[in-house]
């Protein structure tokens, strides 16, 4: 059986309380935009897509080892964005400003470690808290859509304490997705 997975830093209750609020101010932009769910605000290190189950004690392990290795640190989302994609959903997200360097090299390690274990990594990558989607609609009306953003106050959130990746299962349904925990790793 397979187990699609990915490997995020969450962020505490208040930072989530934050984002709500954002998109309670943004909602009043009446976008075409599904907000993301507190509960599923997170933001992504390694994607690694569909694996056996098998494999997931083992991936755990090492994901373990990686974090014994790496100090807790800061990151704050700190400037609000657009992300226009052409054949996929646009996002609207929260940009990450604070510790970037540890947070690149976590994602270093962990990626190296998948990439060992014949999981392939993107070189590229982004930092993010996804705030919401953009529904599926012509190119004009998303990018008028996404220009709103622009004029938008807004101000950067709280910092907060990155002490722990997640690792989750992506669980797909016609509802959509949501993510069920199956491990949590400390960092020193």
Known sequence: MKQRLFIAIDPPENIRQEITGLQQDLDRLKLPVIFELPEK???TLNFIGAVDKDFTGTLANRIREI???????NLRPYFLETLYQK???SL???GLAGDLA???KIRLATGQMLADSGIPQKSKYLPHLTVARMKKADPVITKTALDKIIDFEFQPLSSFLVDHLTLYESL???KGSHYRQVGRFMLQ
């Open 67 to 73: 974090t014994m290795n790496f100090q807790a640190f």
């Open 87 to 89: 054949h996929d959903q």
């Open 92 to 94: 609207i997200y929260l």
């Open 102 to 104: 540890n947070l690149k």
């Open 172 to 174: 797909l349904s016609q």
């Open 41 to 43: 605000f997170h933001v």
